[in-house]
């Protein structure tokens, strides 16, 4: 982005976290003109909790000091290794083109010319055309940073350094492809964690909070603070996880868990019309987090939305795994999950012929078994959705930067000294650090400066219901796919099969988001060549979960269609046809004519299977973080 214009910066989207809500005064803080600034109320209240919020954080990193003590877990500046080693190589690099670093002194010394210019200018009162447009940027949205001039500079000038260190970073010569993204990225994360935003004496509105509420937001937030510290390690509150409840207000289409193993229980959802396709439905979710995803509100439901078009819907609800269950391997996550919920959903409904969707891993997933079984004849499965899904791992988005031989080593360690269990804290952080503004400071400057609760937000609460993950199984999969994309090339060997996606063909539909930082649309259209059948590829507006979730009547986004498959995904959009709304109905249209006629409508039950619990069941109420 160019930060002199803001050009890139877009407004926030449903997967995307809310505005911050009021702060400890009950007054809400989101841009608005500010009250008289600064009003001092007592200056003796103010000294003495301005005191106690500094023995109280004195105290509370005494206590974490000595809650370390004794301790041999990896910790972060292990997993942080490759960061620091990346921006050192790409700053040396500039030691052997002495020109070039004297070309990059040059800019700096012209950008601190300006803003010492307009320093100096909006110091003495004379009005000057601003360097950065910090109105664009929402971090700096309070009017303070550009009313007053001591921050109308100092926003100014971060932004410009920012914006230097970032492009320095960049055009940096010599390194290999992905030591460079490393230095990239953490180049930017650097840039935002040194945001004045983001600092107690350099963010007008908490300075004014903290005049107008004597320091008690600073009080409230060092509760807020040691609060999620006390959930196990640091565990950065983004949302009121008291005001949601599996089962209560999110996950609640009625269904039963009609079969259950190690890793998964099988959900069956109660039918909504009195006829139903005779084909069954089975979604694979992720096991990074949890299946409500797509049940997590009646509105937002897309479980719930299926079973109302006349599908007799299962999702798979996967286990979140404890350190009995290390030894599991991706071919269990086949055998145990996708393989024996088939057999379960023919038990159930006498039908062995279904439609398959797999979303983001899950999809992975789904895709590996599939090549299984074409090369062992096994033609069950009649067509197969993806919702976010790469299967070529060429161009893997944001998390290549912690991907390579020496972190999946890292991981691996660590790992081991947790028993053989990714902690669940580990994704978390891992996927925070893809947004870190949105994600991290925002709710750093919010919680804990500002001392605010985090209003309710549904998605962030799916999104904290963090699982871990087995070793054996996290190995196999960053090692065979994003590392060496062994399933894209043909040499993955899978439980005694090499797999060719060219064998797979039933009929496939591929849904991507252009928005998408995780599982890129151009990497995710690479997967259309590789099958042996008819595909049909959309993308939908939006990213990760917002392109997926988007039901009819949020009446939102825009999604493409394409009948052409050409080489790239460039050339496929090109041409591409857009249309308002959710893609939802286009891709419901597609699978009806391979669902069957209707038949009368099945319930949980009536087939073999007994149900064992109602949905959504006991797996997916295990909570995890370390």
Not at 29 to 39: D, K, L, T, V, Y
Not at 330 to 351: N, P, Q, S
Not at 400 to 407: A, G, L, N, R
Not at 408 to 433: C, K, Y
Request: hydrophobic share 40%; aromatic share 10%.
């Amino acid at each position: 982005m160019d930060s002199r214009t803001g050009k890139g910066r877009g407004p926030l989207t449903s997967d995307e976290p809310p505005k911050t809500g009021p702060g400890p005064d009950g007054k809400t803080r989101n841009g608005g003109a500010p009250e008289e600034p600064f009003s001092m109320a007592s200056d003796t209240l103010l000294g003495e909790n301005l005191l106690q919020a500094a023995i109280s954080f004195m105290d509370l990193v005494a206590e974490r000091g000595r809650m370390g003590e004794g301790e041999a877990p990896r910790n972060l500046m292990d997993m942080l290794a490759p960061a620091s080693q990346a921006l050192s190589e790409a700053f040396k690099s500039y030691t052997e083109e002495t020109a070039r670093w004297a070309i990059a002194e040059e800019r700096l010394r012209a950008d601190w010319a300006d803003i010492s210019q307009y320093a100096i200018k909006r110091l003495v009162g004379l009005a000057g055309e601003p360097l950065v447009d910090t109105a664009k940027d929402k971090r700096f949205r309070d009017p303070a940073w550009r009313d007053t001039p001591l921050f109308d500079v100092l926003a100014q000038a971060y932004l410009l350094f920012s914006r230097w260190l970032v492009e320095v970073v960049d055009a940096a010569e010599g390194l290999n492809p992905h030591r460079h993204d490393i230095a990239r990225f953490y180049a930017r994360q650097i840039a935002d964690a040194l945001a004045p935003s983001n600092f107690l004496f350099t963010n007008p509105e908490v300075l004014r909070t903290t005049v107008e509420t004597n320091g008690k937001n600073l009080l409230d937030g060092l509760a807020n603070l040691k609060k999620d510290f006390s959930q196990g390690g640091w565990r950065l509150s983004q949302t009121d996880m008291d005001a949601f409840e599996v089962g209560g207000n999110i996950a609640t289409t009625p269904g039963k868990v009609i079969f259950q193993n190690d890793l998964m229980q099988l959900l069956q959802f109660e039918p909504q019309t009195d006829d139903v396709y005779r084909r069954p439905l089975v979604i694979v979710p992720p096991w990074i987090n949890k299946y409500y995803i797509l049940d997590l509100t009646k509105k937002k439901s897309f479980i719930r939305w299926a079973v109302s078009k006349g599908y007799t819907v299962f999702v798979i609800s996967w286990v979140n795994p404890d350190k009995a269950l290390a030894h599991k391997t991706f071919e269990d996550y086949m055998r145990e999950g996708i393989l024996e919920a088939l057999d379960a959903v023919e038990e159930a409904t006498g039908e062995r012929d279904v439609n398959m969707i797999g979303y983001c891993i899950g999809g992975t997933l789904l895709a590996t078994t599939l090549a299984h079984m074409a090369a062992r004849g096994d033609k069950r499965v009649k067509s197969a959705t993806y919702f976010a899904t790469q299967v070529d791992f060429s161009e893997p988005g944001d998390l290549k930067v912690f991907i390579d031989e020496t972190q999946i080593d890292t991981i691996n360690q660590l790992m081991g000294e947790r028993g053989g269990i990714l902690p669940a804290s580990v994704m978390a952080h891992t996927f925070n650090l893809l947004r870190p503004n949105d994600l991290i400071w925002n709710y750093v400057v919010g919680n804990y400066l500002m001392g605010r609760t985090p209003p309710p937000f549904d998605l962030l609460y799916w999104n904290a219901d963090a699982t871990r993950m087995p070793q054996k199984m996290h190995l196999y999969y960053l090692s065979e796919c994003y590392l060496k994309n062994r399933l894209a090339t043909g040499d993955m060997e899978f439980a005694g099969e090499k797999l060719d996606l060219s064998k797979v063909t039933c009929p496939i539909y591929i849904q991507s988001s252009r928005g998408d930082h995780i599982a890129p649309y151009r990497s995710v259209y690479r997967a259309v060549h590789l099958y042996g059948g008819p595909v049909n590829f959309t993308l939908a507006g939006s990213g990760h979960i917002a392109g997926v979730i988007n039901p009819p009547d949020a009446k939102k986004y825009q999604h493409w269609t394409n009948d052409e498959l050409p080489e790239t995904a460039d050339g496929w959009l090109d041409t591409a046809t857009e249309h308002p709304g959710s893609w939802w109905p286009h891709w419901e249209r597609w699978l009806r004519k391979k669902s069957g006629k209707k038949v009368p409508a099945r319930k949980p039950g009536d087939g073999k299977l007994n149900p064992i619990e109602d949905a959504p069941g006991s797996y997916v109420r295990v909570k995890a973080w370390d």
